[in-house]
């Protein structure tokens, strides 16, 4: 077995490794890149390997940098078939057409050149096929591959190939502990290598209990002051967890002050109608909420804002407000729009509630930048910039070692990815120092034999 990584190597974007086993070439992830610019140059590169050459591709989640260049590899000429759960197939078919329309826009503002188009993303939803979790798959002939619950995002996995009577897993992304909605990582199984992320491996969370109190300290003090409250959220996840902790503090706790809360992401509220489909993958918690009647994602005041007219609209709700738009990192999307009008208002707020990649704008404002650059006009940052680790869909480092420790039998060797250089190498020493596992941090284009 050969394996190559062609992205998120000492970054947490662009997830891609190439698997060659039995003379099969395998994709396990084929992630957009993420930057400054939605539509990172990177993404434009010719792939390391010959689209046509590439037999299947093995999904783990609907994320955009795990699923982001799937449509540009179709394009380029593959016509193998592509696995992945059920929920992930329509989750990514929204994130593939969301990337679509925020791509074109970006194109007739600063003529930057599209990844893909619509027929690539029918024609890649056509090689798609949807399994259930601990399906075993023959996906080519002697390569097994069966997809178990992340705990990350809806539908998300941790994917084990078997295969020369050897096997390997691939992380994807694992999740938070006790995450809402989602359940729980599911227990880490045999395997001889392990592909991890390692996103947050140099970082510990907030506690979960702590988490809500924040986030409601921070709204009670933005709406105080009497501003707008900005959420750049994940439409996919980070958004619907943050309704579900939302609709606990109005419904339940009735705590949250009376303002208005739109949102303001078509995708999330598409996103929605796929949570609605798959109440098999709620946690216990969920699965109460909804049989007792509760719609955990929505709640009086409550406002979606599908349409363009309808996201403009907000502008003229004077007074306090929420408004939660993506993209999560600010590097394109609707929330920009809003960040243009409130950035510069001292009264108002910007509330980061996930991971911020390097070089997006949600990073320069996280790092205190004074003033930023938007739509090529100049902002200056006069809001409060306030961050909520706790809320991230990742496990932070200590979830990932107890993850690693409790596996039914710990993995010979690791390959610490999806994480910036600190954080990748700093969970790769604990691993080996904890456990005396190989790990390693490959480099972008390394190849290793497994
Ligand atoms: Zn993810």
């Known amino acids: 077995m050969k394996l190559t990584f062609c992205g998120a190597a000492h970054e947490v974007t662009g997830s891609c490794h190439l698997l ?40 783990t989640h609907a994320h955009l940098d795990h699923v982001g260049r799937l449509p540009k590899l179709v394009r380029e000429g593959f016509k193998g078939s592509v696995f992945m759960t059920k929920a992930t197939v329509e989750l990514a078919e929204l994130v593939w057409r969301d990337a679509y329309h925020i791509m074109q826009d970006e194109n007739e503002k600063y003529g930057m050149p599209i990844l893909f188009d619509n027929v690539d993303i029918a024609n890649t939803v056509a090689l798609c096929q949807g399994l259930d979790y601990h399906d075993l798959i023959e996906i080519l ?16 996995a941790f994917i084990t190939i078997t295969a020369e009577n050897k096997q390997i897993i691939f992380s994807g992304d694992i999740g938070n502990i006790n995450e809402p909605i989602v359940k729980d990582t599911e227990q880490l199984g045999i395997a001889q290598t392990l592909v991890l992320e390692s996103t947050y491996g140099d970082r510990l969370h907030e506690g979960i209990k702590t988490r809500k109190g924040m986030i409601l300290d921070l709204i009670k003090d933005g709406v105080k002051r009497g501003g707008t409250i900005m959420i750049p959220s994940f439409s996919l996840e980070r958004t619907q967890e943050l309704l579900y902790e939302l609709n606990m503090l109005v419904e339940y706790d009735k705590t949250l002050p009376e303002v208005p809360v739109f949102l303001d992401s078509p995708l999330a509220i598409d996103a929605m109608k796929v949570y609605e489909k798959y109440p098999e993958y709620y946690d216990v918690e969920a699965a109460k909420l909804r049989q007792s009647g509760d719609d955990f994602l929505a709640f009086p005041r409550l406002q979606l804002t599908y349409t363009r007219e309808e996201s403009k609209r907000i502008n003229q709700v004077r007074g306090a407000k929420i408004i939660i738009a993506g993209a999560g990192m600010m590097n394109g999307g609707r929330i920009l729009h809003h960040a243009l009008r409130y950035l510069s208002d001292p009264a ?14 949600g990073r320069k404002l996280y790092e205190g930048a004074s003033k930023v650059k938007i739509f090529n006009e100049e902002v200056k940052v006069k809001c409060a910039i306030k961050a909520v680790g706790g809320l991230s869909a990742h496990g932070d480092q200590k979830k990932l070692l107890f993850w ?29 120092d904890n456990f005396n596992i190989k790990t390693f941090v490959p480099e972008m284009g390394e190849t290793v034999e497994i």
């Not at 002939?141 to 998300?156: L, Q, T």
């Not at 910007?350 to 070089?359: R, W």
């Not at 690693?404 to 080996?432: M, Y």
């Open 141 to 156: 002939p002697g390569v097994k591959a069966v997809w178990r619950d992340a705990g990350h995002i809806f539908g998300s």
């Open 348 to 361: 108002s707020t910007l509330l980061l509630i996930g991971y911020q990649a390097q070089n997006t704008l």
């Open 20 to 59: 060659e086993v039995n003379k099969h070439k395998i994709l396990v992830d084929c992630g957009m890149f993420q930057g400054s610019n939605f539509n990172e140059g990177k993404n434009h590169d010719a792939f390391p390997f010959k689209p046509s050459e590439i037999n299947a591709v093995l999904i």
């Open 404 to 432: 690693v420790e409790k596996a039914v039998k710990k993995p010979e060797q690791i390959f610490c990815v999806h994480g910036e250089p600190h954080a990748a190498t700093e969970l790769a020493h604990r691993l080996r």
